[in-house]
């Protein structure tokens, strides 16, 4: 379903472990805004929702929901390091065009 790269699975779990609530994993949602028409949303979370397919990647687990199921299905999220910013990058196969920024797609 959805792939985390290990560097994205180094920032999930330092964020998890700086977390001032305790985390199980991370929930990955995909909406409708941004500038391409949908965008990406992140956050630590704590529990199952109903409807969520839960993944469990080398002992983090992603949450996704049933609407985002299908817009994410294939994609991989790496955590990238550089000079100017770091952050999320995703690479999602659904995604017909994406915004300058990469957080935005349709």
Do not use: H, W
Request: aromatic share 6%; net charge negative; proline share 3%.
């Amino acid at each position: 379903m959805i792939e985390l790269t290990e560097s994205a699975l180094s920032a999930v779990r330092t964020a998890m472990a700086r977390a001032a609530t305790p985390a199980e994993g991370l929930r990955i949602m995909v909406q409708s805004g941004g500038c391409a028409g949908l965008k990406y949303v992140m956050g630590l979370e704590r529990e199952r929702r109903d409807g969520d397919v839960v993944v469990d990647q080398d002992g983090v687990k992603l949450y996704i929901d049933p609407t985002s199921q299908n817009l994410a299905a294939g994609m991989v999220v790496d955590f990238v390091t550089g000079l100017d910013s770091s952050g999320f990058v995703f690479d999602n196969p659904n995604a017909k065009s994406r915004c300058s920024c990469g957080k935005s797609f349709c």
